[in-house]
T-cell receptor, first 115, second 115 residues
Framework: GNSVTQMEGPVTLSEEAFLTINCTYT??????LFWYVQYPGEGLQLLLK?????DKGSNKGFEATYRKETTSFHLEKGSVQVSDSAVYFC??????????????FGRGTQLTVWP | GAGVSQSPSNKVTEKGKDVELRCDPI?????LYWYRQRLGQGLEFLIY????????KSGLPSDRFSAERTGESVSTLTIQRTQQEDSAVYLC?????????????FGPGTRLTVT
């Protein structure tokens, strides 16, 4: 079946530090991969996505590369800011499977960035 | 235009009571999803609508849970005889059938507390 495993938090970093949040997946088909972000008091927002192997999604300085050989989609940012403090969710959908685009989520990783 | 809206934002109810949660998707979005987020856990899929039909109800945890959708508009999630384990944030998302069909836009959620 489909599932997502992501690094447990919380992650605490100083401003300008390098960020990696690991995400690996199991899928029966050819999934699309996503990172969603939930800022304090706000709803989930799509941060970035990749729809096929070797694609790199990027947004707001964050990047993630779809690695089929390692079934991974790790989130990285070279220099975090206080405003990046949020919960990050890795997710997959299998658009050609029977699950009709539903998302499978990891448990979320809380990131706190200190000035 | 407006994003996905949900009401109420918070609901406190006594065990055994019925509750109804509402979701207004983005206008023109044909696909609608309900998810549940329990404390410290990832998002669990509940049900998917395409138009007003529900081809995937596999995530509904018990027959106390039901959902309806009117055309390609409002959806309601009903929980009968609530239990304490139903306490969670209930999230609704919508997506367009065409274009970026697998990009789901989330509402702010309804926080349900069963006492």
């Amino acid at each position: 079946g489909n599932s997502v495993t992501q690094m447990e938090g919380p992650v605490t970093l100083s401003e300008e530090a390098f960020l990696t949040i690991n995400c690996t997946y199991t899928a029966t088909g050819y999934p699309s991969l996503f990172w969603y972000v939930q800022y304090p008091g706000e709803g989930l927002q799509l941060l970035l996505k990749a729809t096929k192997a070797d694609d790199k999604g990027s947004n707001k300085g964050f990047e993630a590369t779809y690695r089929k050989e390692t079934t991974s989609f790790h989130l990285e940012k070279g220099s975090v800011q206080v405003s990046d403090s949020a919960v990050y969710f890795c997710a997959l959908s299998d658009p050609r499977g029977s699950t009709l685009g539903r998302l499978y989520f990891g448990r979320g990783t809380q990131l706190t960035v200190w000035p | 235009g407006a994003g996905v809206s949900q009401s109420p934002s918070n609901k406190v109810t006594e065990k055994g009571k019925d509750v109804e949660l509402r979701c207004d998707p983005i206008s023109g979005h044909t696909a609608l999803y309900w998810y549940r987020q329990r404390l410290g856990q990832g998002l669990e899929f509940l049900i998917y609508f395409q138009g007003n039909s529900a081809p995937d109800k596999s995530g509904l945890p018990s027959d106390r849970f039901s959902a309806e959708r009117t055309g390609e508009s409002v959806s309601t999630l009903t929980i009968q005889r609530t239990q304490q384990e139903d306490s969670a944030v209930y999230l609704c998302a919508s997506s367009s059938r065409t274009g970026k069909r697998h990009e789901q836009y989330f509402g702010p959620g309804t926080r349900l507390t069963v006492t």
